[in-house]
């Protein structure tokens, strides 16, 4: 069983700049990918960004490129991802996950979810 907790939300203005952290503990295997999603109200919950088991390829959703990058360190199952030029639509809950089929990518295997950090955005 993997253990997710999400940290480093709040609120902020828009166009402030923010790092959310993710840690990973328990059976967390070496070929994970892992994945940042988020939840605005009223919403689905959508991928975002994430990153592949050896840390070198990142994915990106369309509506977050250029403003979102992902990173890894693999030695303490930790992700983050830094949000740059934050605008009102970044408003929601954020979720990390583990890709059990190891690509980080939009379409992989997340089963496990932590509790979430709120991000709002306020003009």
């Known amino acids: 069983q993997v253990h997710l907790v999400e940290s480093g939300g709040g609120l902020v203005q828009r166009g402030d700049s923010l790092t959310l952290s993710c840690q990973a503990d328990?059976?967390?295997?070496?070929?994970?990918?892992m994945g940042w999603f988020r939840q605005a109200p009223g919403k689905e919950r959508e991928f975002v960004g994430g990153?592949?088991?050896?840390?070198?390829?990142?994915y990106y959703a369309d509506s977050v490129k250029g403003r979102f990058t992902v990173s890894r360190d693999s030695s303490r199952n930790a992700m983050s991802l830094q949000i740059n030029d934050l605008k009102d639509e970044d408003t929601a809950i954020y979720y990390c996950s583990v890709d059990q089929w190891g690509s980080g990518g939009p379409r992989g295997l997340y089963r496990a979810w932590g509790q979430g950090t709120q991000v709002t955005v306020s003009s």
């Open positions: 990153i592949d088991a050896t840390g070198r390829r990142n």
């Open positions: 328990g059976r967390v295997e070496r070929h994970y990918g």
